[in-house]
């Protein structure tokens, strides 16, 4: 294909609104669009190139696999590698392990894949995530290793049903999109059936240019509306990037805008068009030369500098760190990237060796860092690992309570009731009151109203049996609860509900700190958690209420006891140290406290 400088510069307007997106400036609320902007841009130049050397009898899938992975793979184990030490250094276990996990996946082109089904509360917040925004490089890698495949199956039934083909598989991937994105926001978002079709407009726009012909054919536009056709499509993405809000669940109905803007400047921003002549400005083509580079090298800069910060840095820090990444994408750019692509200037021989070395060590270290749990000793005494007081299984340990009935016996029968919450609640009144008599079994999958949903396996004889119930939840409480109180009341019952929760937005920064000097460590509640709490307290009385949020002072919540150890693994569940911290402090200022005491031995 020709070299077309405009498409660099549409390459430039991604990027940046990405990495502007990502900064929290003002005004790139939409910015994420940049990378829907890229996929169709990779659309159109793969196609390209694959219909162009096929019709010149030049193309084969290896040569073009081994092109893809030049392009690719240099800066990327760049990033990776120079990433993992300040990983090591600064991230908490959980986060750790699950960067670890990040670099296998990556390298194997599926860290989107371990995003969707990582997504959730468990999930480590996407900001600490150094690799988060290699999910586009898994769709698009996934896209180049099953793409040609197609193309060529349909190429060799005639253009006409290649391009009807592309047309039908973009269709359906738009209907899937649409169809997840009301059923399964995160596949709508991270996986490639709900992604290609922005690809595939780029592979259709690519085979229309490259039809037999094309050059002589007449223009489908005349000038000026060709000019006004790429006019309108620039100004459809600066649009987006301004007006849309850029959560992930952004509908595939609003993303057309974005799609068509880029494909209108690519197949209408010709030399002499306002949009190419603002594209192809020289410093507009050099941010879109090292555009991969500066994608690749934004989001470790970002995640790590939340990571060492307790509070969220200022946007003039993103802002310093975007110029960073621009500066640091251009020494990529020129000494690993460049080099690299050609194989007159890196030949095999040496590329092979170089960078399959770099592959064994990153995976190496990405499978060090999954097998021990994120290197735990780096924060931890051995003794306090040695019992499992820190890890998130000692959240899940009550799983195992899921006896079909109570035993009728002199123990207290406790129905804990909801998801992880619940069983935080019930940890902190086993180690508040180790010497309680009780018989606890647990009720996961019930997130709502005890009542207002189809009855879990065994949940009537375990409520009409139940003495004493524990409910949690990370969710907002709907009104509902109201009901099921009053209705546990008249059934004889007690029942307690866990308040909202939450140790802030990061606790890797407690990592940097001496083990001396972590004792009664804070952190900020974040916004949301505190208007949980309120809709908890207007909606369940006191009496009935565990306000954990009532150890925190001035809106900061202890992250460390007084002897330094750490109360969450999460920054949303409870270690063994939690439960004891926050159950010793906040339980005895509860109904609870009187009913333990009664179900406790005397010495």
Known sequence: MIYRPEIDGLRAVAVVSVILFHAGVAGFAGGLVGVDVFFVISGYLITGIIVGQRSRGTFTLRSFWARRIRRIAPALLVVMAACTPFAVLWMMP????????????????????????????????????????TWSLGVEEQFYLLFPLLLLALLALGRRAAASGVVVVGLVSFGVAVWWLSTDPDAAFYLLPARSWELL???GLALWHERPGAEAAPRLLGPRAASAAATAGLLAIVATVVAVDGGSAVSPFVLVVPVVGAALVIAFAREGTPAARVLSRP?????????????????????????????????????????VSLALAWLTWRFVETPFRSPDTVRRRVFAPAVGSAVVLV?????????????????????????????????????????????????????????????????????????????????????????????????????????????ATDREYPTCVRDDLAQAVADGKEIFYGGAKNFGDNANWIAR????????????????????????RDLIPAEHLVPWLDLAVDGRVPITDDEGRILSPDRIHFTKYGAAYFGERVLPQTGLDEIMRSVTPED
């Open 283 to 323: 410093p507009v083509v050099l941010v879109g030369l090292i555009s991969f580079s500066a994608y690749l090298w934004h989001q470790p800069l970002f995640a790590f500098a939340r990571i060492w910060s307790p509070e969220e840095p200022p946007v003039g820090v993103f802002l310093v760190l975007s110029v």
């Open 513 to 536: 700190q001496a083990p001396d000097e972590r004792a009664l460590l804070t952190n900020s509640v974040p916004d949301e958690i505190v208007e949980m709490d309120h809709v908890a």
């Open 363 to 471: 995976a190496a270290a990405g499978l060090v860092l999954h097998s021990t749990n994120g290197l735990p000793g780096r924060i931890y005494e051995p003794e306090v690992l040695a019992d499992g007081a820190t890890d998130v299984t000692y959240v899940q340990r009550l799983i195992e309570n899921d006896a079909e009935r109570f035993v009728d016996d002199d123990r207290l029968n406790v129905f804990v009731v909801g998801n992880s919450f619940s069983r935080d609640l019930a940890n902190a009144v086993l180690e508040t009151y180790p010497e309680a008599r009780l018989e606890i079994i647990h009720q996961p999958g019930v997130l709502g109203c005890l009542r207002d949903q189809p009855t879990p396996a065994h949940f009537d004889e375990r409520y009409e049996a139940a003495e004493l119930i524990l409910y």
């Open 94 to 133: 959980d986060e750790l392990e699950n960067f670890g996990q990040s670099l296998v996946t990556t390298l194997l082109s599926g860290n989107n894949v371990l995003l969707y089904l990582s997504s959730g509360y468990f999930d480590t917040a996407s900001e600490f995530k150094p690799l988060m925004h």
């Open 201 to 203: 407009v780029g592979a």
